[in-house]
């Protein structure tokens, strides 16, 4: 496997698409990469030289924020967001859906596992 960027890439899928395991670079983003590279986005990970892992690491360091870098901006901006009390800040606290979803009967996924009533006899 091709490692770029601390990213173990595929050997066997095609270039354009192991390049999707890096955090922050979808298949536009890498599509865009290898063309301005000019490598093949079809050809394989197994199949790259030396060469052009080093361009590809490079280029994507110079111009893009990935992994780490990118994980922490997200972090940044949703911790601002509860800092300042916005009422997206408060949701992201209370683990809710952010971004206007009713919550009435769905959200399962924010808001955790139903909480059921034990009955008594």
Do not use: C, W
């Amino acid at each position: 496997m091709a490692r770029i960027l601390g990213v173990e890439v595929p050997d066997n899928k095609a270039l354009f698409v192991g390049l999707t395991y890096i955090y922050g670079i979808g298949r536009k983003t890498a599509l865009d990469i290898l063309n301005n590279l000019e490598i093949d986005p079809n050809k394989r990970a197994k199949e790259l030289t030396d060469d052009e892992i080093s361009r590809l690491s490079h280029h994507i360091n110079e111009n893009y924020k990935v992994e780490g870098e990118l994980r922490q901006e997200i972090n940044k901006n949703i911790k601002r967001l509860i800092d300042i009390g916005s009422y997206r800040g408060k949701r992201h606290k209370a683990g809710l859906p952010v971004r206007g979803q009713k919550t009435h009967s769905n959200a399962r996924t924010r808001k955790g596992p139903r909480l059921t009533k034990i009955k008594k006899r």
